[in-house]
Nanobody, 121 residues
């Protein structure tokens, strides 16, 4: 069984910063792409940023230049540094990962439980 556990959400003022973390655990052989998605009230879940195992990063246009994704493969952890936060960044942020497991042997997509980020104006 694989678990993705997020931490680091909270309440911050406009212009502030937060750092999200997501740690994977379980019967993991290999973690491929890891990323962050978010869902605001009444809206669809959207991509924020992704990072491939070889270090290729991708960002939504709305967060380019403000958010930075990084990962520590040895710790099976992905981070999202969020700077210059805006009220429109308010959402539940979800960690996502494509993981190859040992038992059972399979490659599947996993989601974290989500962490709330609220940016006050």
């Amino acid at each position: 069984q694989v678990q993705l556990v997020e931490s680091g959400g909270g309440l911050v003022q406009t212009g502030g910063s937060l750092r999200l973390s997501c740690a994977a655990s379980g019967s993991i052989f290999r973690i491929n792409t890891m990323g962050w998605y978010r869902q605001a009230p009444g809206k669809q879940r959207e991509l924020v940023a992704t990072s491939t195992r070889d270090g290729t990063d991708n960002y939504a246009d709305s967060v380019k230049g403000r958010f930075t994704i990084s990962r520590d493969n040895a710790k099976k952890t992905v981070y999202l540094q969020m700077n210059t936060l805006k009220p429109e960044d308010t959402a539940v942020y979800y960690c996502n990962a494509f993981i190859m497991t040992i038992t059972p042997i399979r490659n599947a997509e996993y989601w974290g439980q989500g962490t709330q980020v609220t940016v006050s104006s």
